[in-house]
DNA sequence: CCAGCGAACCAGTTGCAAATTGGTTCGCAA
DNA sequence: TTGCGAACCAATTTGCAACTGGTTCGCTGG
């Protein structure tokens, strides 16, 4: 085996300057580094290498970059409970679907004890627009009414909120594949036949009956997706590429071996 | 009484014409209408009937009007899912506790499934740190620290997503003395043993019980919220100014009777 | 050949000023 | 009293400039 890493001596002597710099000077956690031109020229060496020894240094967890913004001293700061945006970067369709599994039972049970008759009566339309229906992107855009309606019905805006971000995320884009493939053949019917109890549970006031059906659902929504993501792929479905780490350095790479 | 509400001549006239030019014109719906100053001109009417004539049309529901940005056709847009920061506009603590009986039994059923022996640690810690405090302000620091932490240790991201969404509407500002009050007195300390209890069945993995004791103390969190609710204020304490309503529109109101 | 450098360009972020819009007040005139 | 125009206030959008890290390029000196 050739050598494991040999940094550059630039960049080695770029490094220790920066180390020297970072420990016994004036800088505080979460403080910005001046940026990188200047401290290139304040160290004395190109801002090549001083991008090769951030990088290191960031790969210590000692610093955190963002395009942009600048260069910060200590780790990168947690998120925000506010920013739903990327968390479908963050979490996974089984993480989805236990919440599901702990939400929806909820909401279906509140929806039979506070739905008012006319919330009944849109939800025998949506199931029978949902039996009725063929086409994938129809069924998915009847299913995710149903399931919407019965989070109204529930009457409890902050769950219905709730709903609305673990829905959202469940229709990423990414993941459409996924669904459609877990969605297919014969479970569909069942899918509809469970519907059909869950709204009549909720017709008939049965509250426990109602959160059942709604659990014995997806739990079978589940187990497809569990049953699709552990199965072989056929060949002709080309398969997503991984996500890329969250920092996009591609370039400016220590060079390993020769 | 007097007439129920005599339209002036003008604001009659406006709207006759105002209907007139959105019902057959090319208007579709969400479209956003030609500015009020415009409009006013095109019509051949002051800005001031015209703003009348708005003001019945968007209490029908036709349009919708925001200040900056414009009039609208149809009805205002459903709130995204990702504006989360008036939720705490649109629900109330009792809602919120629904939620929190929900999510956390859950979240407490998890942590005892998958916290890590340093999670139990933490939470160790955290039940002695919240015990040993008495001042109030402290309390409620210790007291959202350990929730948090059974949500970490839960290991769902998504959910503990959910959980800071939640617990970020709950330390809302304008429930501050709300919260004070139904904690104070005796109910501290059973809070404090209830607290010892859920982590005492997380630490030794015992699912069922960790979410049954976790139940069991939202629900009394849940009762000593409805008790202070219900029992009457003592006369030194200012009650908040009940809420405005979305829009403002406190002038140009039309005139009922004389 | 190549390690290192500076320069230039790309892309994401911030801040600010201007423009636009609905919301409101005021004075004037018929 | 009623309606109008003008002016001002406040929320929102838009465009731009400045600055930042990320990347590419060509040059230089060994």
Request: no cysteine; hydrophobic share 40%.
């Amino acid at each position: 085996m050739s050598d494991p890493d040999p940094l550059t001596d630039s960049s080695n002597l770029a490094l220790g300057r920066l180390r020297a710099l970072l420990d016994d000077s004036s800088f505080d956690a979460g403080q910005r580094l001046p940026p990188e031109r200047e401290l290139a020229t304040r160290i004395g060496i190109g801002r090549r290498a001083l991008r090769r020894a951030l990088e290191v240094m960031e790969a210590e967890g000692r610093i955190w970059r963002q395009q942009g913004k600048g260069t910060f001293l200590g780790s990168r700061p947690a998120h925000t409970p506010t920013d739903l945006a990327d968390l479908t970067k963050r979490t996974h369709p089984l993480e989805v679907m236990d919440v599901r599994l702990e939400i929806e039972p909820a909401l279906a049970r509140l929806a039979a004890m506070r739905a008012s008759n006319g919330d009944i009566e849109r939800l025998l339309l949506l199931a029978e627009k949902t039996a009725a229906t063929s086409d994938a992107d129809g069924r998915e855009l009847w299913d995710s009414a149903l399931h919407r309606t019965i989070a109204e019905a529930a009457g409890n805006s902050l769950l219905l909120a709730i709903f609305d971000i673990v829905d959202r995320i469940r229709q990423d884009t990414t993941w459409r594949l996924l669904r459609e493939r877990a969605r297919s053949g014969e479970r569909q019917q069942i899918y509809v036949e469970q519907h059909r109890r869950v709204i009549a549970a909720i017709a008939q006031r049965e509250a426990h009956a109602a959160e059942q059906a709604m659990r014995e659902h997806l739990e079978l929504v589940r187990d497809g997706l569990l049953t699709v993501m552990t199965s072989p792929l056929p060949d002709s479905i080309d398969r997503a590429v991984p996500p890329e780490p969250v920092t996009t350095n591609n370039k400016d790479r220590l060079r390993h071996g020769t």
